[in-house]
């Protein structure tokens, strides 16, 4: 039977605050161990090095604490993937500040220790329904720490990649947000009932126009594991080449979604 998702899926408040503070630790526990050179190497995200991917990091943990301290708007505008589809219009200014933000910080332990208390401390008191002032629009505390998610399990891969051998774990909760969340922007922006992706186990979606589907296995398959499908749907990796290597497997003809990949960069 088809398990297509036709309700803005919901988050556990608790749950994703537990996610981003055991995500955000991971990240602190694993730069806090690398030495001078590591943090000046390169990284795959265009000149910036790692410790201003490990700067960012923080400055995405930290606007929730931000946010938190500003006044509260009057009514939510966003959900979690609307932010999503307008982080590319921001990305450049983002990319300005990482580096001007990284010089002017001498101590990036103290940095993230700092980032993760004052996060803490936040997030003890204030209602996953308070809403929050973001560069996009107003959306709820819960919905933001989800698009939190996505930053935190994305750049944990991105350190992974460059530094060999420095394996930042990644929280399970953390990584089933981040899937998910990815899975349902991929619904939206190209809905429908054609294609069932599937990225076992944390979420199914349905999308792409077409002949719907009501029962038995559905004529267009896509099923990749959830970090094949966070670098896809982030630009990290190539749907030809993912399909190609075998991290994906699609059937039928509406399966290849290479046109509408990646959702975000």
């Known amino acids: 039977m088809s398990t297509a998702r036709k309700r ?16 955000f630790g991971h990240v602190r526990e694993s730069v806090g161990a690398l030495s001078a050179d590591r943090l000046a ?15 960012h990091i923080a400055m995405t943990v930290e606007s929730v604490s931000r946010a938190l301290d500003q006044d509260e708007p009057a009514r939510s505008e ?10 590319a219009s921001f990305a450049d200014a983002i990319a300005g500040g990482v580096r001007e933000f990284a010089d002017r910080t001498a101590d990036l332990d103290a940095l993230l220790a700092d980032t993760e208390q004052r996060l803490t401390e936040r997030l003890a008191t204030a ?28 750049h944990s891969d991105d350190l992974n990649a460059a530094v060999p051998g420095l394996d930042v774990p990644y929280d399970r909760q953390a ?27 944390y979420a199914v979606v349905q999308c792409v126009e077409g002949p719907r589907h009501t029962r038995g296995t559905p004529p267009n398959v896509v099923e990749t594991d959830p970090l094949t499908w966070v670098r896809l749907a982030t630009g990290r990796e190539e749907w030809r080449e993912a399909v190609r290597e075998a991290h994906v497997r ?13 959702l975000m960069r």
């Open 41 to 55: 190497g390169p990284t795959r995200l265009g000149d910036w090095t790692v410790r201003e991917l490990a700067a």
């Open 78 to 87: 966003l959900g979690p993937h609307d932010l999503l589809f307008a982080s």
């Open 127 to 154: 209602p996953g329904t308070r809403l929050l002032a973001t560069r996009a629009g107003a959306m709820t505390l819960t919905d933001y720490l989800v698009t939190r998610t996505v930053e935190l399990v994305v």
């Open 250 to 262: 699609a059937s039928g003809e509406r399966a290849d979604l290479g046109g509408l990949l990646p």
């Open 175 to 201: 990584l089933a947000a981040c899937t998910r969340l990815l899975a349902d922007a991929l619904a939206v922006k190209a809905p429908g009932g054609s294609t069932e992706v599937r990225v076992p186990p």
């Open 8 to 23: 803005p899926r919901t988050y556990d408040p608790a749950k994703i605050r537990t996610a981003v503070l055991a995500q």
